[in-house]
């Protein structure tokens, strides 16, 4: 017998969808790359802004830590109040507020000013980024659930590329950087018009043939922190969230850096938006072959999720460090190196979220996205651009004693940069450790087990016949229990898993401690 998803994706493939719900879909995805290019519409002109403001990389990184806290903060909130109430007004607000912060980012005269509203544009976006997830898993099921999300989320390298390339060009046809922040706000207002009259809000669970009503948060709180396949799909977010945060702030300007080396003459726009191509075309092949690869062999063996996340983190890290001493010497290496790491990165993205959607329950599935965003920033990029920014600041004050200003502000922070590098090998490994719980924890969706005593009787029937008298696939056979599952106990899980959680954020404090 097949893994037992696939009574729920055969029904998904031969159910009549109705048009209304294509629209609602296609209106969510829309939006969600109109939120990623707002995202990291500065990071292809960050020369610029750095100019203008007379700031450092230290201060500019900041730029992107505080647009990521108060992102990271206000998502468990706004996934509380989506598993209670209506998604669809919720949404509209995050996103009438970001593009009305945004705005007002353009406007700004002053340095904190700019970050105050920069960190205005984080709630909103955490608004939308928290709660629209949901609505796609109450309006799909199965196949075609994995299809949409991965679709949804070709917005992050498709978006942060499309942000590169609009970025550059409205500065550079416009005169000014702040034009980069306007031009985008007019598809913001029809965005917020087309929540408001055309989206519709799906009761939760029915498309599962679950009617689910909300429990006490604490509850939902201590399932998530027990649910082992959501906690370490977590912490290999977390560290992809980390090497995110590092490559799309500082990998366009780095290039620029290298470029101006053996080319002086590099036109920082042209590269930006050469960098925004390379990054949306390889991000999409990415979540592309992702999906492709999973999709059937995840029906019989569920780990292929994790570990496909896994094995392509472990591939891009090196090309994307080779990537930086290619820039020294050679454009069409360089960016050859970036498209084949940026691949292997972004297989995982879409890969991920559907990880986190199969193995929650749907009542809770708005506050585990939630929870997956506080602790992925907060530990992921709400640091990672100030803290590379920090430590080349202080590499470039040491290596200006015995280097040219051009070699010594390029080499600073390339050094920098080889953090978030080593983090992506550190992702992989909690992307294997994943594959280790996932099958036993979806077994316990599909059986509807809400608590121990009903999940203890999942994992029995699991290993029974079923009645065409075919046995089921048999846990006990599967290499990664046998590999890490019986190396961790149970009862250390919470520690070990917390304890992963905050590796991350001893580093960056060690940072400061040591004086960088």
């Given amino acids: 017998m097949e893994f037992l998803r696939n009574t729920s994706r055969t029904s998904a493939t031969t159910e009549h969808v109705s048009w209304h719900k294509w629209v609602d879909v296609c209106i969510l995805i829309f939006i969600n790359f109109c939120n990623y290019n707002d995202r990291y519409s500065l990071a292809g002109i960050l020369i610029d802004v750095q100019a203008e403001f007379d700031i450092r990389n230290e201060a500019a990184g900041l730029i992107q830590t505080l647009f990521i806290v108060p992102y990271t903060l206000s998502a468990p909130v706004f996934g509380f109040f989506g598993d209670r109430y209506n998604r669809k007004y919720i949404l509209a607000f995050g996103v009438g507020l970001w593009n009305a912060a945004t705005v007002a980012c353009s406007f700004s005269n002053t340095y904190w000013l700019f970050l105050l509203f920069r960190s205005v544009m984080g709630l909103g976006q955490a608004c939308f980024t928290t709660v629209s997830p949901s609505i796609i898993s109450d309006l799909f099921v199965g196949d075609r659930r994995s299809r949409l999300l991965a679709i949804f989320y070709t917005a992050i390298p498709v978006g942060n590329g499309m942000a590169y390339v609009v970025g550059a060009q409205a500065t550079e046809l416009l005169g000014t950087w702040r034009w980069s922040l306007r031009v985008p706000v007019f598809v913001g207002v029809m965005n ?13 669970g029915e498309v599962e043939g679950r009617h689910m009503s909300a429990t006490p948060w604490t509850k939902d709180l201590v399932y998530l922190l027990t649910n082992k396949s959501f906690m370490f799909c ?36 042209t590269e930006s938006s050469l960098f925004g191509i390379v990054s949306m075309v390889s991000g999409f092949l990415g979540l592309l072959i992702g999906y492709v690869a999973t999709f059937q062999a995840k029906e019989s063996y569920p780990p292929v999720d994790p570990l496909v996340c896994a094995v392509g983190l472990v591939i891009s890290a090196p090309l994307m460090t080779g990537a930086t001493y290619a820039s020294m010497s050679d454009r069409i290496t360089t960016y050859a190196l970036l498209f084949g790491g940026f691949v292997f990165m972004n297989l995982n993205w879409a890969l991920t979220v559907d990880i986190c959607m199969n193995v929650v329950v749907p009542s809770r599935r708005a506050l585990a996205m939630g929870m997956q965003l506080l602790i992925g ?29 051009e070699t010594n502000e390029f080499y600073s922070l390339q050094h920098a940069y080889f953090l978030g590098m ?64 019986k190396t961790i106990k149970f009862e250390h899980y919470t520690a070990l898993t917390w304890s992963m959680t905050i590796v991350i954020n001893d580093l960056q404090l060690s940072v400061y401690d040591w004086g960088f």
Avoid: C
Wanted: aromatic share 10%; no cysteine.
């Fill in 192 to 204: 917020v018009l087309l929540i408001l009259l055309v989206l519709r809000h799906p009761q939760r």
């Fill in 422 to 485: 080593a983090v992506e090998l550190l992702a992989g490994v909690f992307f294997f450790l994943n594959a280790a719980f996932i099958m036993k924890d979806l077994l316990k969706i599909d059986e509807g087990a809400q608590n121990e005593e009903q999940a203890e009787a999942a994992k029995s029937q699991a290993n029974s016949t079923d009645d065409a008298g075919t046995k089921k696939h048999s846990w006990k056979e599967d290499p990664w229990e046998v590999i890490i599952i």
């Fill in 234 to 269: 977590t912490l290999g977010f977390t560290a992809v969230a980390f090497t995110a945060g590092v490559t799309t702030w500082w990998a366009p300007k780095l290039n620029v850096l290298g470029f101006r080396l053996h080319r002086p003459d590099v036109n920082q726009y």
């Fill in 377 to 405: 920033h907060t530990f992921g990029d709400a640091g990672s651009p100030s803290l590379t920014g920090l430590i080349s600041d202080r590499l470039y004050d040491h290596y200006q004693e015995v280097e040219e200003k």
